[in-house]
Structures are given as C-alpha cells and as structure tokens.
C-alpha cells in the first residue's frame, strides 16, 4: 500500500505549496484550513467541475483528487492525508443507488462508518472526516459542502495528527 | 574457526520470547554448540560493560525481543546494533510494537496515574510516582526515562531482519539460524516468514463462503465457535485476511480467532487500515441498497474497540503510530 499511486499523487499534491492558502506559520494570520477532497470520476468530480464552471464561491480550502470510485478510498489515505498536514478529509461519491459501479457507494457507507470509530479511537476528532453524496449535475451543493466543511473545520482548529511521534 | 558470537536481548516483552528459544527444545543444543552467547540477561551473566568492552561489529547477530519504551532500553539497542554485524527483531513486540504497544492509547501521565495511583490495590495518598532522580539520604538514585510512546525496533535502530510472532514459533526461529549459520540469507529487511495470508493457510478456508456477508458481531467469550468454520462467518473478528501466515495457525487449531501477532503480509502498510477495509466488506451486505445510514452506523457500533481489537499487536507499527492525547 505504501507505494500506491493514489497515496503518491496524494503526497505531492498536499506537500507543495497551494496558491492562495497560506498556513499560519507562512504569515498568514488566522488558521486556514486545509482539506483534501477525495471525489468519484463519475458524480462528485463531476459536481466539483460543475460548481467550478459555474463560477459558484467557495472557500479555496480543498485539494482535489480524483479516484474511479468513492470505494477506491483506502482508510490508509485518509490517515495518510492527516498525517501529510490535512486539517480535514472529505470523501464524495454518486448518491446510494447511483454509483457507476453498481455497488460501490454502499461499500464506502460501510468502510467510512468503521474509519471514522477507529480514527475517534486514536484521538482525531470524527468532524474532521465527511462523507457526502453530490451527483455531477449538484454543482450548488459542492460548494455548499466543501464551505460548510470548512466552517466545521475552522472551529475545530489545525489538526492534532501532523504532531509527529518519533523518538 | 571462532564460533559466531551471539547476542540476545529483551525491552519491553513479557517474558515469552526467552520461553521460546527455551522452546527450542533438543534444537538449542545444536545452536549453543554453534555459537558463542555473549549475551543473554536472562540466562548468562554477561552485563552491558562485557558487551561495551567488544569490538564495533564483533557480535555476528543480536536477537532483540520487546518493543522500545525506555531511555535504558534505547540505549542499549543502540549499542547493540553497533556491536552487531546483524539484527534480528524478535517477536512480534519488536517487530511492530505488540501487546505493550497498546499503551500507545495512553501516554506517561496517564499509565502513571492508573497504575500508580488509581489501581484499586494500590494505596498511594500522597501521589508518590516514579522520579527519575531520588535524592535519599544525600545519595540520588535515579531511573531511565519512561517514555510517552512505545517504538518498535525499527523506529530506533536498523533492523536487518524480522522474526515475527507472538513469540516465534521453534521451525521459524530455527530456519532462521540455520539460515544465517549457512549465511543463506533472503534480502535485507526482510520478514522471515511465508509471504501469504493467514486465511490463505488456514485450515478453515474452505469453509469460507464465496460471499461472506455478516449481519451480527459476536465475540469470542459469547458463543461457542463451530471449531469447522471460519470466524467470520459466524461473525467473530478475526484477523487472518490482514495477517501474515507462518505460526502454525496456532490460535485457530484451539478454535480462537486470529489476534495479528505475525503483522501483516509484504503489501499492506497498516494492518488495522486493512482489517477495517475487510470487515466493512462483509458486514451487512445482504440488501445493502435497502440499508439506511443510520442502520449502518449500528452495524458498525457493534464491533466494541474497534481501533483496539484491529491494531491489537501493531498500533506502534501504524501510520499514526499512537493516539493523539487531547
Ligand atoms: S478469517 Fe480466520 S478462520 Fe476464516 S479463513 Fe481466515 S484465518 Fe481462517
Ligand atoms: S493465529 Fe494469529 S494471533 Fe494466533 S499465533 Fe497465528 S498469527 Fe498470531
Ligand atoms: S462511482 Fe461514484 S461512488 Fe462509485
């Protein structure tokens, strides 16, 4: 699992710089929260797209990354993006009943549901992790997700994972 | 020729793994007349200052049983491994953290507290802990450092190989020497053991549904297992999808369900993160489009300690390695 393209992709992208968020310690002042977004191809990526063709505001807190399904979503890139800075983690695929995949969705409900009592157990507050259902014609309500989130996040402060424990 | 010199040592380990060199049975004849034991505190008087006065490198191999969580017990690993040609971590507890790693859900104050304090056979009014320096009558004392985490071996020092196991079953341990006598010797880094899943060797495997699908969690002191079917089936946790094989399935012959001891096959970063993945594949799938998410959430809340039950024997070895105290 360490070498896996996801989880490398997902490395680069949360490791270097974004344009236009800046974290406290880069002078920026308040906490801005930093999320990264794992979106389906098929509906939320496609949602994501539509809320940003459609010009709709939102905070630019998210880093995108695109997986074929919400199911591909591994706990381990969840506890990965934590570990790598994330602040918050929001996983988005087709509504029930609509994944491409058939059944995919129904998969994730599950494996989420189980990540989030694991990641309470280890001391990450379950706020910091969503899970949401956006179609790819539900551009409004991407931008509505990803700017509540950010809310819930701001309010939770940075996150306590990036904490490094060596020796 | 010289005869290989040899090390063992333990941190933080119960005991076990010296059993199981013990467990070695006819076979430790055969090692002890091949080597030469330097050092091994719970057999032969040997103490640090003879293992301090060696040459850099002049112990061919150590066997370091125990996970890491004192200043005493880091330094001398540290040692060791200069000493040493090779390292082996020995046992489950040095290879990804095992039992004593679950103290990784709680830190020095808090263990302090319980066990010094809180327990209900201790009587401690004054709140008396362990210091690291005590001045009595004019003399100080003092202790190593007790640390917040538990480390596994690797997180300390370069570990050339891992036996795994809790503790490593005698055909294990007794290739290995072989091996490294006959200097026949897999790559670097390597887990001396079968690269395959527990449930691709279990006995019970057969058994197993082409599609597992579990409704109810039930745990082991609940039910009487049908000592012919697999564990999940009846819907007790059991480890073996995220486990590696190689012990024998020493836990499932005497009809209990796999707790992880050997950690997990080459592939897998985090064994929790898998056993998670694999539980929520079967749980609850029968009519899963007609399952709400609160029904879900039930299902989920079944399983008690999750986090504690899928990292029983590797929180250490994990991403996130501890829990983040509030
Ligand atoms: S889950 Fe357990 S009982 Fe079932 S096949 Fe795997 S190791 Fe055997
Ligand atoms: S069945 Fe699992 S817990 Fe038991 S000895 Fe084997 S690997 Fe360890
Ligand atoms: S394809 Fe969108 S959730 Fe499966």
Not at chain 2, 58 to 87: C, D, H, P, Y
Not at chain 2, 153 to 167: E, K, R
Not at chain 2, 245 to 274: H, L, W, Y
């Amino acid at each position: 699992m360490a070498d896996d393209g996801a989880a490398r992709q997902l490395d680069k992208e949360i490791l270097s710089p974004k344009p236009g968020i800046q974290s406290p310690a880069e002078g920026g002042g308040d906490f801005q929260p930093r999320i990264v977004g794992f979106l389906c191809n098929w509906c939320s990526y496609a949602g994501a797209d539509l809320a940003g063709v459609t010009r709709l505001k939102m905070p630019p807190s998210m880093v995108a990354i695109r997986v074929m399904c919400s199911s591909r979503v591994d706990p381990l890139f969840v506890l990965k993006a934590f570990l790598a800075g994330a602040d918050g983690v929001l996983v988005a695929g087709c509504h029930p009943g609509d994944c491409h995949y058939q059944t995919g969705n129904y998969y994730t409900r599950r494996r989420f549901a189980l990540t989030l009592k694991v990641l309470e157990e280890l001391g990450l507050e379950a706020n910091r992790v969503r899970l949401s259902w956006v179609s790819a014609s539900e551009g409004g309500r991407f931008a509505e997700v990803v700017t509540e989130f950010t809310e819930t996040i701001r309010k939770a402060g940075p996150n306590p994972a990036k904490t490094e424990v060596f020796l | 020729m010289a005869k290989p010199k040899v090390a063992f040592y333990w941190c933080a380990s119960c005991g076990g793994c010296e059993e199981a060199v013990v467990d070695l049975a006819e076979d430790l004849l055969k090692v002890v007349d091949a080597v030469d034991i330097v050092l091994w505190p719970v057999a032969l008087d040997f103490k640090r200052k003879d293992v301090e006065a060696m040459k850099d490198g002049a112990i061919a191999v150590s066997f370091i049983n125990g996970a890491v969580r004192t200043e005493e017990q880091e330094e001398m690993v540290k040692l060791l491994r200069k000493k040493s040609g090779l390292v082996v971590a020995f046992g489950s507890c040095a290879h990804i953290g095992g039992i004593p790693g679950l103290a990784n859900f709680w830190d020095r104050e808090t263990i302090f507290e319980r066990v010094y304090k809180d327990v209900p056979s201790v009587r401690n009014p004054e709140g008396i802990y362990p210091q690291q320096k005590t001045k009595v009558d004019g003399v100080e004392l003092t202790l190593p450092e007790f640390y917040d985490t538990v480390y596994t071996l690797d997180q300390v020092i370069n570990v050339d190989y891992y036996l795994p196991g809790c503790a490593p079953p005698p055909d294990l341990i007794m290739n290995a020497v072989t091996a490294i006598l006959e200097g026949k010797l897999p790559d670097k880094g390597s887990v001396l053991a079968p690269d395959k899943s527990l449930c691709d060797t279990c006995p019970r495997k057969d058994s197993k549904p082409e599609k597992l699908s579990i409704k109810a969690i039930r745990r082991p002191h609940e039910v009487i297992a049908d000592p012919e079917k697999c564990f999940l089936e009846e819907g007790i946790i059991c480890l073996g999808p995220a486990t590696r094989s190689g012990c024998g399935e020493r836990c499932i012959n005497a009809n209990m369900p796999c707790r992880g001891c050997f950690g997990p096959t080459k592939g897998v970063r985090d064994q929790g993160a898998k056993m998670v993945s694999a539980i929520a594949s079967i749980l609850g799938v029968e009519d899963e489009d007609k399952v709400t998410e609160e029904e879900v959430e039930s299902l989920v809340k079944q399983i008690d300690d999750p986090a504690g039950l899928f990292y029983m024997y590797s929180l250490p070895a994990s991403m996130l390695r501890r829990k983040r105290m509030g």
